[in-house]
C-alpha cells in the first residue's frame, strides 16, 4: 500500500444541515479530421470511425455541505476507459484552476462506440490505438465539466430511490455461468428548494455495445438515449455511471419486443440501444415517484492504493510494447498500481447512501453475491471473497465499475478459469480471464473496500 486517503466533509448546524448539489457538461466526441484516424475501442483493431452519429459526454455530479469548501464531484465519462494516470492529471488540474482541493472520481462508461483511450484496438494487434491529442483533449474537457458541476453548486435537497423491475435483468445478457446479474437502478436526485431539478446520478449496469463490432460511428449507445430519456422525464442534467458490468453483461445477447413492431428489436441496431437506455431512465424516474427527501449533512470520501500483481502475460507484454503511451505501468515486482475507493453521503453520522469505487469491471457475483463452484475451475478451493455491497449498510448503495482506472475483468478466484478443462465443460475458453489482470484481484480489492468501509 502506499496510500490512505481519507476525508470527512460535514455541515453540521443545529438549525439547517444541508448540501449543495451542482452538475455540469462537456463534450467529449473526437473530430474525426484532427484526430484522425479515430481508432473504436471495444472489438478488434482497426475499426476506423467513419461518422459520428451522437455527442460524447463527461458529465458531473457535484455535491459540498454548504459549510465547507471542498465537494466531491463524481464523473461519467462517454469512453472505454481512463487510466490513473490520466485520473490523476484530471485531479490535478481541477485543483490548480479552482484554487481549492476537491475531490474528484472519473468513472468512464465502458463505451465500445468511442474511441480507443486504452491503446489495446489500434491499426492492429501490438499498435497503439491512442491519439494523445485527443487524451489531452480528453482531460481538458472531463476537468472543465467538474468545474462547472462546482461552480454550478446551490442549496439543494436530495432524494435517493432505488428499484428493479423484472424488465431490467431482460436488457442484460450474460455470457457465462453462473448467470448473475446486478441489475439494480439507484438514483440520487437533487433539486432546488422550490422544486425545480438541478440534476440527477444514476447507476445500473451493463455495457454500452448495443451497435456491436460492425459499427463506425461514434455513439454514446443506450448511455444517450439513458440521459435524454431520463431528463425528458424529470428535467435537469441526467449523469449515469456504469456498476458491475464484469462476466460479462451485455445488451449483445437480449432479446427486446419493440412495442411499436411487436416484434424483437434488430440486434446492432439504434432502435435497441434506444429501448434499452429508455427501460432504465424509466425505472428510475418512477422510482423517484413518491420518494421522500433525505437531509444529506455531511460525506467522507476514502482511497486507497493496491498493488496487485500482473498475472496476465498480455497486459505485461502490452505494457512492455507501450501500447499505453506510458500509462499502467508494472513494476519490477510485477505489480500495478490500482486506487480503491468509498464514498458515504451521511445525515448526521448515518450512512444513507454508500458508493464502492472499483477500477474495473467487476463480476456481478462480487457486488451482489451467487459465486458458484464448477468442475475445471483452477482454484476450487479458493476461499470466495464478500459481495461488496453485501459490505455496506447503508439503506442505499452504489458501485461504481471502471472508477478512475481500469484493470479488465475482476473475477472471483473460485471461478478462475485459464486453464483446460473448462468450466461446465465448455468445447473452449470462457471469455474473462483474457482480459483480466490475474486471479488475486477480486481478493485485493474487496479487502481494500472491506477496510474503508470499516475505517471511522
Known sequence: MLRLLFAVVSAFSPLFAQMRAGVGSRTVTPDLVKHAPVYMAGFGSNRVAASVHDELYARCFALEPVHETKPIVMCGVDVIGIFWEDTVRIRKAVDSQLGRPANVVIAALHDHEGPDTMGLWGAKQGVSGINEEYNTFLVQRVTEAALDAIHSLQPATLTVAKAHPAVLDTLIADNRPPEVHDAEVIVLSAKTHRGKAIGALINW????????????????????????????????????????????????????????TKQVSPDNSFRKAELVGTAVATAAADALRGAK??????????????????????????????????????????????????????????????????????????????????????????????????????PYRMLFGLADDEIGYIIPKAEWDDKAPWLKDAPKRWYGEVNSVGPEAARLIADAVTELLRKR
Open 205 to 260: 449496469a451493463n455495457h454500452p455495445e448495443t451497435l456491436g463490432s460492425k459499427n463506425k460511428e461514434i455513439t454514446s449507445d443506450y448511455s444517450g438515449y439513458l440521459r435524454q430519456e431520463f431528463e425528458k422525464r424529470v428535467g435537469g442534467m441526467a449523469v449515469f455511471i456504469n456498476g458491475a458490468v464484469g462476466g460479462m453483461q451485455s445488451s449483445l445477447g437480449a432479446k427486446l419486443m419493440d412495442p411499436e
Open 293 to 394: 427527501p433525505i437531509k444529506m449533512s455531511a460525506y467522507e470520501f476514502r482511497e486507497k492504493i493496491v498493488h496487485i500483481p500482473t498475472a496476465n502475460e498480455g497486459f505485461r507484454m502490452a505494457a512492455k510494447a507501450n501500447l499505453y503511451k506510458g500509462r499502467k505501468p508494472i513494476g519490477d515486482d510485477g505489480m500495478t498500481v490500482v486506487p480503491v475507493g468509498v464514498i458515504r453521503l451521511l445525515q448526521h453520522h448515518d450512512a444513507k447512501l454508500e458508493i464502492a469505487l472499483i477500477p474495473g469491471e467487476l463480476y456481478p457475483e462480487l457486488s451482489i453475491g451467487g459465486i458458484e463452484r464448477y468442475s475445471g475451475a483452477d482454484y476450487p478451493e479458493a476461499a470466495e471473497e464478500m459481495p461488496i455491497k453485501k459490505m455496506m449498510q447503508a
